[in-house]
């Protein structure tokens, strides 16, 4: 458990500030060797280096003016709840499917990347030390899925929001996407 640390909080002043998850790599957690991954994982720091799978992930293109990954820490029950809402544009049958298939997966990792080249990896738990072999405190699940077109401009939409409830935030992930 991390101790009371108080730092400056500074607002980044990079001009290729953008913002916005633009892509999102999805992996099984069961496909992460843990073990493996933990010698690459700083606790300090909650940066991830690499991750050794015996899986690939699949990516989705998100929409990056709609599309974000929000964290919440409840004091009550000392959890993060991490939900990432990905929104696609330019849908078609294929995507349809995909998504479909999809919708029945849980226990999911997502490395969320952001228009400022940011990862973001959510699904995996921790502790001070290490990546923990035990599950997070709730399974990651699909909260929802929606299949849509747009009134507004006629486009075909689809939007999935991916839920997980862990002990610790989501890790800053440096590493390559797992292929």
């Known amino acids: 458990m991390p101790t009371c640390e108080i730092n400056a909080l500074l607002q980044s002043s990079a001009c290729n500030e953008t913002g916005g998850i633009v892509e999102v790599y999805i992996g ?14 700083t ?15 699949t990516v989705a293109e998100a929409d990056q003016m709609t599309s974000a990954l929000e964290q919440k820490f409840s004091e009550a029950d000392k959890s993060w709840t991490q939900t990432a809402t990905i ?3 330019g849908v078609d049958a294929a995507l349809v499917a995909a998504t479909r298939k ?3 997966c849980c226990d999911l ?3 969320c990347v952001y228009g400022d080249g940011r990862k973001v990896l959510m699904g ?7 990546l923990l072999a035990s599950k997070p405190i709730e399974k990651g699940k699909f909260a929802e899925i929606t299949d849509a077109s747009n009134q ?9 929001t991916y839920v997980i409830k862990t002990k610790e935030p989501a890790l800053t992930y440096t590493g390559a996407i797992p292929a």
């Open 28 to 41: 099984k957690v069961s496909e992460i060797d843990k073990a493996a991954t933990s010698t690459d994982f």
């Open 43 to 57: 606790a300090a720091t909650w940066i991830l280096t690499d991750i050794t799978t015996s899986g690939v992930f």
């Open 87 to 89: 929104n696609i544009t």
């Open 102 to 104: 999809i919708a029945y």
């Open 109 to 111: 990792a997502l490395i």
């Open 124 to 130: 995996l738990d921790y502790s001070d030390s290490a």
């Open 152 to 160: 507004r401009n006629g486009k075909h939409t689809m939007s999935f």
